[in-house]
């Protein structure tokens, strides 16, 4: 079963254990949002979110957005009821399942056993729960390779940058930024690795929360170089940076308008029997093509034209 392409562009963050704040996520710009059971529920109240996450997934008009629950770590107490009790009453209301701290690919093969379980006794659809995994143990970017190859329902693999820093020891303050002068970004190893392996998969590469939503310009500063690594989305904790996400991780109608170009300066040499071509003073090749389709997916994925109208 081929996985499903969804816009990744921005990832929002809304605690499961919060009722009042379920409504607003239903209506944000968010391409993705994501009910947390896991860290931003107090302990005592993760059990009881349940079943607040499964019915605000499948009562609210969510629109065009991906639904999604950030479960439980595998080897906490939590993990398994989080997946049967959301699946079994969210049922088709829910589209991926975020798993944290994931360490090894028997983490993720875990959870998609489970879900074949649960899907053929619900009814359900083979595969129709998707997974997207967090990279944020230093074990786990180490087998970050085996990860990523782990399941067919794994679509993106996100990189989290809080929980890194502590299995990394690393010196960093609540933004995850260094404390003392570093030269460079210091996650730029991590950030590396892990877009290397998700490409590889053939799967989406999901940047870190920026923690200080008040820093908008920062924020987009944080998207714009991580898109530049080939990162499709990041992460939001605060509705106030959808906006900023959904831009940066967009070709503009620029891009979109030069990619159009190379596409038909190659054809026509191509046509003619040449290899490569040049346009507006510089060579187009084969490669160039390579980038130019890139853009073209992403532009027919989100509905957007060289002229930066939605088609």
Known sequence: MARVVRPRRSELATPASNEHMFAKAAVSDADLVFLDLEDACAPAEREKARGKAARALRELDWGRTTRAIRMNGVDTRWAHGDVIEVVTEAREALDVIIVPKVRRARDVWWVDV??????????????????????????????????????????????????????????????????????????????????VAARTAGIDAIDAPFPNFKAPDAYRAACAAASAQG??????????QIAIANEVFSPTPQEITHAEAVVAAYREA???????????GMLVDAAHLRHADTIARKAALLGLTGEGRHS
């Open 114 to 195: 489970l879900l074949d379980q649960l899907e053929e006794t619900l009814g359900l659809p083979p595969k129709r729960i998707a997974l997207e995994v967090l990279i944020e143990e230093t074990e786990g970017l180490q087998n970050v390779d085996e990860i990523v190859t782990a399941s067919r329902r794994l679509e993106a693999v996100i990189f989290g940058a809080g929980d890194f820093s502590a299995s990394q020891g690393a010196r960093v303050d609540v933004n995850f930024d260094p404390v003392v002068p570093y030269p460079g970004d210091i996650w730029h190893y991590a950030r590396a690795r892990i877009i």
């Open 270 to 280: 191509e046509a003619a029997g040449r290899g490569a071509t040049s346009l507006d």
């Open 231 to 240: 990162y499709v989305g990041k992460w939001a904790i605060h509705p106030s």
